[in-house]
Nanobody, 124 residues
Framework: QVQLVESGGGLVQAGNSLRLSCAASGRTFSRYAMGWFRQAPGKERDFVAVIRGTGVATYYADSVKGRFTISRDNAKNTVYLQMNSLKPEDTAVYYC?????????????????WGQGTQVTVSS
C-alpha cells in the first residue's frame, strides 16, 4: 500500500523559509515522478513543482519559480520542497503526490497517490 507523509509545514513571516518533506513507502519511487501541489481556502488544488524519477529534471509553476526548489533522495524515498522568500499568497495546504508515470506533467489527474497535506501559513 502506497503511503505519503508530509511534514515541515508551519507559520512563518513573509521573507522567511520553510522546507517540506514527503516520506513515501509502498513502491519503488525512483521510477516515478513526484510532485507538490497546494490548495488555498476556497481555491482549487494547484500545481507547484514536479521532479522526475532520476531527479535531473524539474518543473515549476511560474508563481514559485526562482523561490522554491524541489529535490529528492531516492535512497530515502523522500521528496523535498525548499521554499524561500515566502509570501502571504503562498499560504495553503501543501500536498505531495506520486505520478502514475515519469514525466513533467502538471495536471492533478496524472498523479495516482496523495499525502494528507501540511499547512503552510505566511504572515505579512
Amino acid at each position: 500500500q502506497v503511503q505519503l507523509v508530509e511534514s515541515g509545514g508551519g507559520l512563518v513571516q513573509a521573507g522567511n523559509s520553510l522546507r517540506l518533506s514527503c516520506a513515501a513507502s509502498g513502491r519503488t519511487f525512483s521510477r516515478y515522478a513526484m510532485g507538490w501541489f497546494r490548495q488555498a481556502p476556497g481555491k482549487e488544488r494547484d500545481f507547484v513543482a514536479v521532479i522526475r524519477g532520476t531527479g535531473v529534471a524539474t518543473y515549476y509553476a511560474d508563481s514559485v519559480k526562482g523561490r522554491f526548489t524541489i529535490s529528492r533522495d531516492n535512497a530515502k524515498n523522500t521528496v523535498y520542497l525548499q521554499m524561500n522568500s515566502l509570501k502571504p499568497e503562498d499560504t495553503a495546504v501543501y500536498y505531495c503526490a506520486v505520478q502514475s508515470g515519469d514525466s513533467g506533467r502538471t495536471n492533478r489527474n496524472s498523479y495516482a497517490y496523495w499525502g494528507q497535506g501540511t499547512q503552510v501559513t505566511v504572515s505579512s
